[in-house]
């Protein structure tokens, strides 16, 4: 399945029994942080978490970034146009 972020959020828990897709949020401020976590059990064989954006905006200059391991988590923060993954 896949979630399109808000600028409301800022922790999107995934549980999923395929594929994820998430989309960043769309016109947010400087400084916008927002939380992905997988909080599924292992192993995340066939669940992948994809992160993207939709916006034409990047994630440390590339198109997306993935989440492959259970309980795994990633904190990207909105900066000057992008996304920037923090941990």
Do not use: Q
């Not at 808000?6 to 989309?23: P, R």
């Not at 198109?63 to 909105?78: A, F, G, L, P």
């Amino acid at each position: 399945g896949s979630y399109i972020g808000t600028s409301s959020d800022f922790y999107i828990a995934v549980v999923a029994a395929k594929e994820s897709k998430i989309y960043l949020p769309t016109s947010v401020r400087d400084g916008k942080i927002i939380i992905i976590k997988s909080e599924m059990k292992p192993p995340l064989v066939g669940r992948t978490i994809t992160i993207t954006t939709s916006d034409g905006s990047t994630i440390d200059g590339y198109k997306e970034d993935k989440i492959t391991v259970s309980h795994d988590c990633r904190t990207y923060i909105y900066n000057n146009s992008n996304w920037h993954r923090i941990s």
